[in-house]
């Protein structure tokens, strides 16, 4: 059974960097296609922040582009998210997703496998 | 950046009605729509990917149809489970975009 799960501090200052960890099990991430950052600002809808491809490739959300770096540790099966210079209007839930595979081998465009989410709140 | 909306804004619906929700691309993201349900508290739940196919386990009253620009989620009848927010979301050229959300609430 595949399982994500998100970890990294609750709380960070504005103006310092977000960094959060997506620890993946049941499941090698160097098999999977991509890998993505959803967050959802409390009360309001859900926002890309951006994706991971096995070839290294990123991909970001351009509101986002300049402040955002995602990664991948295939020694720990994780990757990872870095928000930089970080405000009140990055508090949020930060959810880590993974790709539905139909017959279990084919990616598709549609994130079926979620992290329970992570709150972080911006505030000094 | 394709821009995705959705309405109604909120649907006030009894159980046993018929859901209908829309969403609609700025441009065309051809049969590559997902749609999403969520309750408080909980991430969102893959429903149907690819305009018309449910994922896994996902109960045959909930089907979605369209492609192109112009998408429907139908909610055939609704279960006491069903109420909650609704998202649609397209993948193209590897730049994901959410659509805003439908409530769908106990009339």
């Known amino acids: 059974q595949v399982q994500l799960q998100e970890s990294g501090p609750g709380l960070v200052k504005p103006s310092e960097t977000l960094s959060l960890t997506c620890a993946v099990s049941?499941?090698?991430?160097?098999?999977?296609?991509?890998w993505g950052w959803i967050r959802q600002p409390p009360g309001k809808g859900l926002e890309w922040i951006g994706s991971?491809?096995?070839?290294?490739?990123?991909y970001y959300n351009p509101s986002l582009k300049s402040r955002v770096t995602i990664s991948v540790d295939t020694s720990k099966n994780q990757f990872s998210l870095k928000l930089s210079s970080v405000t009140a209007a990055d508090t949020a839930v930060y959810y880590c997703?993974?790709?539905?595979?139909?017959?279990?081998?084919?990616?598709?465009?549609?994130?079926?496998?979620w992290g329970q989410g992570t709150m972080v709140t911006v505030s000094s | 950046e394709i821009v995705l909306t959705q309405s109604p804004a909120t649907l006030s619906l009894s159980p046993g009605e018929r859901a209908t929700l829309s969403c609609r691309a700025s441009?065309?993201?051809?049969?590559?729509l997902a749609w999403y349900q969520q309750k408080p508290g909980q991430a969102p739940r893959l429903l149907i990917y690819?305009?018309?196919n449910r994922a896994t386990g996902i109960p045959a009253r909930f089907s979605g149809s369209g492609s192109g620009t112009d998408f429907t989620l139908t909610i055939s009848s609704l279960e006491p489970e069903d109420f909650a927010v609704y998202y649609c979301?397209?993948?193209?050229?590897?730049?994901?975009?959410f659509g805003p959300g439908t409530k769908v609430d106990i009339k």
């Open positions: 997703a993974r790709p539905f595979m139909v017959r279990g081998v084919i990616p598709t465009d549609a994130f079926d496998i």
């Open positions: 049941g499941y090698s991430i160097s098999s999977g296609y991509y």
């Open positions: 991971i491809y096995h070839s290294g490739s990123t």
């Open positions: 441009q065309s993201v051809s049969s590559y």
């Open positions: 690819d305009a018309s």
């Open positions: 979301q397209q993948r193209s050229n590897r730049e994901v975009t």
